[in-house]
């Protein structure tokens, strides 16, 4: 694998709110540059750059081979990925279009809310479901009112926040991470928590008393936020209509899939496939 000093050129520099991508559109709001970029058709990428800040980018859609310095890595829907200032990196895109989501974090954010780089880098890591977080985002930058300022630095600080002060990987006891298999696994079907208890030999009542520990969230809230997540894949194929995916993602009806993928995304699933 090349890597930056085999180069010829040496990696672009990239300031605040600059990107490579042949389309991006950025908003600044104190501290954060939250934008998108766009690879609509094949162009020439693998560029080695840098960014002056920390940033945190996710794949809408589209796939790219990303190269820094230890390896290189797939990038596909609803990939997250974390790059430190000043980070040496290129992205070979390989399928178009190609979307992403971009936060860019100063330095001074971090300072007033006493984040570290590390500190990202390990929400990152942790997140469990971070395309809800970024899709709201997303909603934002098309809303931009008065209001959107404070809702995205609510929004991110909310995503660093749940993901920090959740749990240690490291002390996540077997029978929660059986338990995360299963629901992720079986996410289409209806398991009880009595299932659950004799698939992990767990009685119930610690599983309601541990979930929301490690889940941040109800055990309901997280069973609905994967329908929305495996839902927004297939909307993306626009292979089934609404209905059919209310079907197949279980919901009751069309109306129940559209108040839970509104309410947890922001869009109405018609808006989200016009993305």
Not at 22 to 36: A, D, N, V
Not at 41 to 59: C, K, P, R
Request: aromatic letters at 14%; charged letters at 25%; a negative charge.
């Amino acid at each position: 694998m090349k890597d930056v000093s085999s180069d010829i050129r040496p990696p672009i520099a990239l300031k605040k709110g600059e990107f490579l991508a042949p389309q991006y559109k950025t908003s600044e709001y104190e501290g954060l540059s939250i934008g998108t970029t766009e690879y609509a058709s094949s162009v020439d990428t693998g560029i080695w750059h840098f960014h002056e800040n920390a940033m945190l980018s996710f794949v809408l859609y589209g796939r790219n081979v990303e190269h820094k310095g230890y390896g290189s890595e797939l990038r596909t829907m609803g990939s997250i990925n974390f790059y430190h200032a000043f980070e040496h990196h290129k992205n070979d895109y390989i399928e178009f279009p190609s979307k992403h989501i971009s936060v860019e974090i100063e330095k001074d954010f971090l300072k007033k809310h006493d984040y570290t780089e590390s500190d990202l880098e390990q929400a990152v890591h942790k997140s469990r479901l971070p395309s809800l977080t970024f899709l709201k985002l997303l909603k934002e930058l098309s809303i931009r009112d008065d209001d959107s300022n404070e809702a995205s630095l609510m929004i991110f600080t909310e995503f660093i926040e749940q993901a920090l002060n959740g749990y240690d990987l490291e002390k996540v006891p077997d029978w929660m991470h059986k338990i995360k298999e299963v629901l992720n696994d079986r996410w289409d079907e209806h398991i009880s928590l009595e299932e659950l208890s004799n698939i992990s030999n767990i009685h119930p009542t610690n599983i309601s008393k541990y979930f929301r520990t490690y889940f941040q969230c109800t055990y309901g809230v997280y069973r609905r936020q994967l329908k929305v997540v495996r839902a927004t894949e297939y909307l993306r194929t626009n292979r089934y209509s609404l209905t059919e995916i209310a079907y197949l993602c279980g919901f009751s009806d069309q109306s129940h899939f559209t108040r839970t993928f509104r309410a947890m995304t922001g869009y109405r699933p018609k808006d989200y496939i016009k993305l």
